[in-house]
């Protein structure tokens, strides 16, 4: 086996050690909220039911519903969610920089809308994980050659291992999967093994362990003309398949949130864990409760005295009373308190619900609100939920647009920038755009909602008061906030002009209501002057 194999394989042994403790604990979390990842610890067969440790479906509904809101709050594929800017703010206000920018704009989204919108079907998949594991894996590749699309996936945390670098930065990723000998030879064709060629000519259908590993160059032999070192390998057989490189890591590996300090994230399904599990539970007591007290056992004297009774409905049930004419069965009165049991359970599954955020998610089962509650509400949810996603944005969305834009360049699929920018040397910058950015910035919306609230009875004694507000600045910012389209508002320009031209309206309108005044007044005039001079006469 070649040296190089050999390292990675261990490599490869020590990961799936360190990780050992986690895979028991997200089985767990699988089990009870997401039953099909449940195949850390063991393999599952397509198809196979994995729903029998469930018996109530609160906790899954509850993580999907945050993974769901995640989406649309950051990835709705109906809504823009980036834009690209200058860092400096003054080649923004630039006019072929702006053409440029929108240009590159369309042209990234346009990327992640290729293959019958793959991406946006794939990173569903990266928020369940998420919010579930605390740690998700994607994997964006370049087009293969006379192909246009790049490729989007989610890949499975069962499949991946991951390490830091000295700055707590994700940049190594071992993916270690199984294919068919007929799938590897699809990808690879002759340069397989010979132990997976052989197989592939007698039993295509045999499975062997394939390991993709991504690291830095250096890490691994130091002469790689890339940053990132790939490597594609048969672990069955140490058999280095494919060598090759990245310019950027094609990963993008969020974290939930790393308060244990490991590599591997923290989630909310984490903390709703125990409340789970006591649900499951409650929930088998409280159904065989419910069993015993819709369809009791029967008291009998003797145990032979029940056997052949008919107790269908409709039916007779002879010798059921003795000579005195009191029955010989009776159904058993348990005194369990089934409300009770319901009602512990509701608790439950408040607190599952919780660990998800759905009060905050579900303003829309909130009504009669006013424009001022909802603000504080959203700058609430903000407060609460603006962390996690100020970091999926940092180790999700930032390495994730700037590798498609690299892709784009690369392959000469971005126009060249305006001279300006070049002469500039300027770089480039992510601003968000998304529901999630856009009540992130609500809490300036908010500040103008409560000040013009105390300021505006004031004002009604003192209109002067209003002079220190600048309202155009007011506008821009309100329209920002909420999410206001930039084609909505006029620009500065065009702002001066209107009220120009309703300045020259004014005036004229002024004059034409003046000139009937003046002309009288100097009818009067001349008049006066007619007079006085006939009597000097």
């Given at each position: ?104 704009g ?178 088998a ?57 319901l ?24 009504p ?12 609430e ?32 699929g971005?126009?060249p ?31 103008i ?8 009875p004031?004002?009604g004694a ?10 155009d ?65």
């Open positions: 086996m070649d040296s190089r194999a050999r390292a990675l394989i261990d490599r490869l042994g020590r990961m799936k050690s360190e990780r050992g403790l986690f895979e028991s604990h997200w089985t767990e979390i699988a089990r009870v909220m997401s039953p099909f990842r449940d195949d850390f610890l063991s393999s599952r067969t397509p198809g196979e039911k994995r729903m029998e440790h469930i018996l109530d479906g609160t906790p899954g509904v509850a993580g999907e519903n945050l993974s769901s809101a995640l989406w649309g709050m950051m990835t709705n594929s109906a809504n823009a969610w980036f834009t690209l800017k200058a860092e400096d703010e003054a080649l923004n206000e630039d006019h072929a920089v702006k053409l440029w920018l929108d240009d590159v369309r042209r990234l989204y346009g990327a992640f809308a290729t293959g019958g919108q793959r991406f946006y079907t794939r990173v569903v998949d990266l928020f369940s994980d998420l919010v579930h594991f605390g740690t998700s894996i994607f994997y964006v590749d370049e087009p293969k050659i006379g192909q246009r699309e790049l490729f989007f996936s989610c890949r499975h945390l069962a499949e991946c291992y991951i390490a830091e670098n000295q700055v707590e930065q994700v940049d190594t990723v071992f993916r270690c999967y199984r294919w068919s000998a007929r799938q590897a030879v699809q990808q690879w064709g002759d340069r397989v093994g010979a132990k997976v060629r052989e197989a592939a000519e007698k039993r295509p259908e045999d499975r062997f362990e394939f390991l993709h590993a991504v690291l830095p160059a250096k890490d691994y032999d130091g002469k790689g003309r890339l940053p990132f070192a790939s490597v594609y390998l048969c672990v069955d057989d140490g058999h280095i398949i494919d060598e090759s490189g990245y310019y950027e890591l094609p990963y993008q590996v969020p974290r939930w949130s790393q308060r244990s300090r490991s590599v591997y994230g923290d989630s909310p399904a984490m903390l709703a864990l125990p409340d789970a599990k006591m649900l499951q539970r409650m929930s007591a409280t159904i065989t409760a419910a069993e015993k007290a819709v369809d009791p056992p029967l008291l009998t004297s003797d145990e032979n005295v029940g056997k052949g009774i008919r107790i269908k409905r409709g039916k007779l049930i002879p010798g059921s009373l003795d000579a005195e004419g009191r029955p010989k069965y009776a159904p058993l009165q348990s005194g369990g308190q089934i409300g009770l049991g009602e512990i359970e509701e608790q439950r599954r408040n607190a599952v619900r919780e660990a998800f955020f759905a009060s905050l998610l579900m303003l829309v089962n909130q009669g609100r006013t424009a001022t509650e909802v603000l504080a509400l959203q700058e949810k903000m407060r609460l939920m603006g962390p996690h996603l100020g970091r999926v944005q940092s180790e999700f969305l930032d390495p994730l647009i700037g590798r498609v834009f690299n892709i784009l360049l690369r392959a000469g971005l126009p920038p305006p001279p300006v920018m070049l002469e500039a040397g300027a770089a480039l910058m992510v601003e968000y755009v998304s529901p999630a950015a856009r009540q992130q910035r609500a809490g300036e919306a908010m500040a909602v409560r000040t013009l609230e105390v300021v505006a004031l004002a003192d209109p002067s008061i209003m002079d220190n507000f600048d309202g600045e007011v506008a821009q910012i309100a329209g920002n906030s909420f999410g206001l389209p930039a084609k909505a508002l006029r620009s500065p320009e065009a702002v001066a002009q209107i009220r120009q031209q309703r300045a020259q309206q004014q005036a004229l309108a002024a004059a034409a209501e003046a000139a009937p005044k003046v002309a009288g007044a100097m009818k009067q005039g001349a008049e006066a002057a007619q007079i006085a001079g006939g009597q000097a006469a």
